[in-house]
Each structure stands twice: as C-alpha cells, then as structure tokens.
C-alpha cells in the first residue's frame, strides 16, 4: 500500500515542547525551552557583538552556532514572547529550509506588530503566543471569566504576557460577541500627538453579526474622550467606557459599548454590542 507522512502541525510542536520540558501550567519559561533545544540566549546591544547588519533589530537567531539573540533593550515580557518567536524559527517545518548555512535569522524592530507580516514571521508569531499561552490554557480562564479588562490583566499576570498580546488572544478565541481596537499617538515625536486607529480583532460572532475592521488611519484629537483619557485630561470612572456609533458608508452598524484601557504608550478598546 502506499504511504504519506503527515508532517506535524505548530500545535503538535508546541504541545511536545511544552510537555518535554514541564512547562504544563503557566507561566511558560522559554529558558526552559530554549535550554532543551540547545540553543544560547544571549544580549546584545551593539553590531559588532554578533556581526548583525542592524543593531536595533529586536532579536535574531543563528540556527548555525545556535544562538537566539534579545536586545538588551527588550522589556522582560517582550523578551519572552522574543525568544519564542526565534524558537518558533527553529522548530517550525520550512523556516530555516530556504537559508543559507550560516545566515542568521535578524528580527526587525516591529516584528510583533500583527500586520503587514509575511507567513513565516505571522506562524512564528502564533508560534510564541501558543507557548506563551500553553495552547488553550487561555480559553480555560476565559470561559470562567466576564471579559473585562480587570479580567484581562488578571489573566497577562497569570501568563506572563503583555496586555497586547493577552486581549488579543482573548478576543480570538472567545465565544462572547466582542472586539479590540488598538489606538496609538501618531506621532511619538510630538507631545499630545493625536491618536490613530491601529488595527482591529474581533471575534467569530462578532464578525458574523457585526464588521470584521474599524478603518485603520482614523484620528481622534483632543474633541475626542478617546484622546483626552490616554493624555488624562478626562477622567471616565474606575471602568472607563465610552459609546461609540459604528458607520460604514450610508449603513449604520448602531451604537457600541468600548471599555477603555491604557498602558501609556497604546490606548485599547474592549468594543461589544450597546445593549
Ligand atoms: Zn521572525
């Protein structure tokens, strides 16, 4: 009889890491991780120290000398979800195929930005987030749990994960009818910089009953409570929330609820239906 191999899914991977080296309940260490796989993390922050082309870049992977490289500049739960990021370079089938010998894999200074990624640094940014995650480790405290950004923090604290990378995670994998829009200041180099429209996610029923997208580009300037709760010249109660109404072209989507929240460098929003 014929035979096929079946190649093993990111998710098998992951699950084999995490269960060889203990990792079965949060938070993940990818020490642990990187130390199983014979791979060295170490520091930098100058050119020289490892050859590289761009210094500012957040990390690398040299998969020949089996080194994983983090910018000391990296705060630790950026370093973390880094480190993950170049296991998932290492392990992952077909990321280090179609390179060189001795290239290293140099990490850009946005590569944990969502958009604008292609398909190798999206699957190894899914790569870390399952680790980090413990695949559907989320999903356990989410059904337990209203979604609220108290909720939410409570639960990046339990992961060791960023407030990013935790409501995102969230808003993908919940069941409730809700979405997430990221805000950032337009311009860093300017105090009181209006405030944009990053990027949206939103859930499964919230896309089927709702809009997948918020138009990204949109700006909101001191008019606006958005603005004037991130520079925290409005104060909106211990859960600041605001009502927002959702237009697309000539069809109007009705009013949502968004809970605000601010880590001071991004203002995010917890959009779900207004009741
Ligand atoms: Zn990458």
Redesign the pocket.
């Known amino acids: 009889m014929e035979r096929l191999i079946a190649e093993p899914s990111a998710e098998d991977i992951v699950q084999a890491l995490l269960e060889e080296t203990g990792n079965t309940s949060p938070p993940t260490d990818p020490m642990t991780m990187a130390g199983y796989l014979n791979l060295r993390v170490e520091g930098y922050d100058d050119d020289n120290q490892f050859g590289l082309v761009n210094s500012r870049i957040n990390a690398f992977l040299w998969p020949s000398k089996r080194i994983i490289g983090v910018h000391k500049k990296l705060k630790p739960k950026q370093r973390r979800f880094s480190i993950l ?1 170049e296991i998932g ?1 290492f392990v992952l089938p077909g990321h280090l195929q179609s390179r060189e010998h001795d290239e290293k ?1 140099e ?1 850009g200074r946005d ?1 944990l930005s969502p958009w604008a990624q292609n398909i ?2 999206r699957e ?1 940014n899914q790569f870390a987030a399952d680790c980090l995650f413990q695949l559907d480790g989320l999903e356990k405290v989410l059904r337990a749990s209203d979604l609220s950004w108290g909720n939410i923090v409570r639960a990046s604290e339990l992961f060791d994960a960023s407030i990013e990378a935790t409501s995102r995670r969230w808003v993908e994998r919940t069941e409730t009818e809700c979405g997430l829009v990221v805000f950032n200041p337009l311009d860093r180099g300017r105090p009181g910089s209006a405030l944009g429209v990053m990027y949206t996610i939103v859930s499964r029923s919230f896309k089927q009953r709702n809009f997948a997208q918020i138009q990204p580009g949109q700006q909101f300037d001191t008019r606006s409570p958005i603005y004037r709760y991130f520079y925290g010249q409005e104060y909106l109660g211990d859960t600041p929330r605001i009502t927002i109404s959702v237009q697309k072209g000539t069809e109007d989507y009705g009013e949502f609820s968004m809970e605000l929240f601010s880590n001071s460098y991004r203002l995010f929003g917890l959009l779900t239906p207004s009741n």
């Open positions: 990021h370079h894999v990490d590569n190798l640094e190894a």
